[in-house]
């Protein structure tokens, strides 16, 4: 199996067991691709705050279920290690919101990967960075 059908075979594995993702915030997995990730949410006032914007953690999880399909991609077995986002512009209910994950930087067993979140008209509304830890395993038996 080439480097892209492994990538894509992971993420709907992957997918497949991510409740969280899928069933409790409605997110879809776009597309799983080596090193890379795309994901998206439509934005429902179960995920608004008080000031009727999309709460941040919201924004953050989004960011972070993309970072693990992109750094698990390569079917190594891979967790966060630690993450940080910066929100740039508020988000509103009935807002898509696509998250897309780079890696940048793969050695040993870290990783420190992108993730850009994009609104539906193109505007960057957050920008989150991930490191990752290779662990023992696969997600898929090889």
Request: hydrophobic share 40%; charged share 20%; glycine share 10%.
């Amino acid at each position: 199996m080439d480097a892209h059908a492994l990538a894509a075979e992971v993420g709907r594995s992957m997918f497949a067991e991510d409740v969280a993702s899928q069933h409790t915030l409605g997110m879809e997995l776009i597309a799983c691709e080596p090193g890379r990730a795309v994901m998206r949410m439509v934005v429902k006032p179960l995920h608004l705050n008080g000031h009727k914007i999309c709460h941040g953690g919201f924004i953050f999880t989004l960011a972070d279920s993309t970072f693990a399909f992109a750094c698990n991609s390569h079917n190594i077995a891979t967790v966060a290690a630690g993450a940080s986002i910066e929100f740039l512009r508020p988000v509103h209910e009935g807002d898509v919101l696509t998250c897309v994950g780079e890696e940048r930087h793969q050695s040993g067993r870290h990783g420190i990967y992108d993730m850009k979140v994009t609104n539906q008209q193109g505007e960057v509304v957050a920008e989150f960075r991930g490191k990752s830890a290779q662990i023992k395993g696969t997600v898929i038996p090889q």
